[in-house]
């Protein structure tokens, strides 16, 4: 496999050398709904560079309360901690939607990084990227309206999906909003009638994507500009609409 042939954005926009550094040691893997990725102050064992699917990053506090803070799909890598030199994390990491990746030990990671200033480089711009995406998450949950909320949630896992509909429950977003299921359902039902999207059991679809970034407002956009900012490029769903 070459860079080129990856479906990860990341690891596609290493150089041919570079990449041949994590190449050998680089393992596809299934990554079914649910499947834990990283676990609350725990050592972090492998990196997963997704290709399919959506993984959810999600602060959990003692209590186990549990808000979203970020999404991470094929534009990106889990193991933030282990680029920035720790082992660990206070949250959990786990797929939202079903996919598949591409996995190595967090060890050659950290080999690769010490290999290689361009592998150390894209992998600081991804934790800069995601952490702007984290900032934008708090001010959207702490002054925008549960419907712009929704719309900006919607967006960023089409963004990082293959097509029109998203697989989830309201169990999900409810997690990902920071609310309670009675008001997913009721934001869920006011876009549906404003025909943004449609909604059936499990699964969304979205049905005009340019009146569902209007609807998200200033809530959507900032981390998907400095994304393209610093790679040049975004999610290939996008650029298909």
Same mark, same amino acid.
């Given at each position: 496999?070459?860079?080129?042939?990856?479906?990860?954005?990341?690891?596609?926009?290493?150089?041919?050398?570079?990449?041949?550094?994590?190449?050998?040691?680089?393992?596809?893997?299934?990554?079914?709904?649910?499947?834990?990725?990283?676990?609350?102050?725990?050592?972090?064992?492998?990196?997963?560079?997704?290709?399919?699917?959506?993984?959810?990053?999600?602060?959990?506090?003692?209590?186990?309360?549990?808000?979203?803070?970020?999404?991470?799909?094929?534009?990106?890598?889990?193991?933030?901690? #282990?680029?920035?030199?720790?082992?660990?994390?206070?949250?959990?990491?786990?797929?939202?939607?079903?996919?598949?990746?591409?996995?190595?030990?967090?060890?050659?990671?950290?080999?690769?990084?010490?290999?290689?200033?361009?592998?150390?480089?894209?992998?600081?711009?991804?934790?800069?990227?995601?952490?702007?995406?984290?900032?934008?998450?708090?001010?959207?949950?702490?002054?925008?309206?549960?419907?712009?909320?929704?719309?900006?949630?919607?967006?960023?896992?089409?963004?990082?999906?293959?097509?029109?509909?998203?697989?989830?429950?309201?169990?999900?977003?409810?997690?990902?909003?920071?609310? &309670?299921?009675?008001?997913?359902?009721?934001?869920?039902? #006011?876009?549906?009638?404003?025909?943004? #999207?449609?909604?059936? &059991?499990?699964?969304?679809?979205?049905?005009?994507?340019?009146?569902?970034?209007?609807?998200?407002?200033?809530?959507?956009?900032?981390?998907?500009?400095?994304? &393209?900012?610093?790679?040049?490029?975004?999610?290939?769903?996008?650029?298909?609409?």
């Amino acid at each position: 496999m070459s860079s080129t042939q990856s479906l990860n954005y990341l690891l596609a926009g290493l150089s041919p050398g570079d990449f041949e550094i994590l190449r050998p040691n680089l393992r596809p893997v299934d990554l079914p709904l649910r499947r834990v990725l990283e676990t609350p102050s725990r050592p972090v064992q492998h990196v997963f560079f997704l290709e399919t699917g959506i993984a959810s990053v999600v602060a959990v506090q003692s209590r186990e309360t549990r808000v979203e803070v970020g999404l991470i799909g094929r534009e990106g890598m889990t193991g933030l901690s #282990v680029v920035l030199g720790d082992d660990q994390t206070p949250n959990q990491t786990y797929m939202q939607v079903a996919g598949a990746g591409l996995q190595i030990t967090a060890d050659l990671l950290r080999e690769g990084v010490a290999r290689s200033a361009g592998i150390q480089k894209v992998a600081l711009k991804f934790v800069h990227s995601f952490v702007v995406q984290a900032s934008q998450t708090a001010i959207t949950n702490a002054h925008g309206r549960i419907e712009e909320r929704l719309s900006r949630w919607i967006l960023m896992a089409h963004d990082r999906g293959t097509g029109s509909t998203i697989h989830l429950t309201h169990e999900f977003l409810s997690l990902m909003l920071g609310v &309670r299921r009675a008001g997913v359902t009721e934001a869920l039902h #006011v876009l549906v009638k404003r025909g943004l #999207v449609s909604s059936a &059991r499990g699964a969304i679809t979205v049905m005009n994507r340019g009146e569902l970034e209007s609807s998200a407002g200033d809530s959507y956009g900032v981390p998907e500009a400095e994304y &393209r900012r610093l790679f040049g490029n975004w999610y290939g769903n996008v650029q298909n609409k």
